[in-house]
């Protein structure tokens, strides 16, 4: 069944948002973390695949899969990730792309993992 959804109103500040989508408890605010912490570094050391997201110096994005045996990723510290560089296109956008902005995103997979 396809449901026809009606636009009443565009929305254009987070005040309006919040009104229909409300605000999250704590707990779930808790869940954001600035460093990698010892479970962070459990899933990491047991992802075969990541998605790595990093934009250029005008906010383009780019998202680039990554994948190799479980542990291919290493935790260097809190704050730093080693991912290594496997032969491909070579079009070296996600490398150019942190030279030029170093904020990324990362989110990895373990196939199976209900959770």
Not at 1 to 6: A, F, H, L, P, W
Not at 29 to 39: L, T
Not at 82 to 93: S, V
């Amino acid at each position: 069944m396809k449901e026809d959804y009606q636009f009443i109103k565009k929305i254009e500040t987070e005040e309006e948002l919040r009104s229909i989508i409300g605000f999250p408890s704590e707990l779930v605010k808790r869940k954001v973390i600035s460093y990698i912490d010892h479970n962070c570094s459990e899933f990491i050391s047991k992802s075969p695949f990541l998605v790595l997201s990093t934009s250029d110096e005008f906010g383009f994005c780019d998202v680039s899969p990554r994948g190799d045996k479980r542990g291919f990723v290493q935790v260097l510290s809190k704050k730093q990730l080693i991912l290594p560089e496997r032969p491909g296109n070579k079009r070296i956008d996600s490398m150019r792309n942190i030279l030029l902005n170093p904020r990324v995103g990362l989110i990895f997979f373990i196939p199976g993992w209900k959770h």
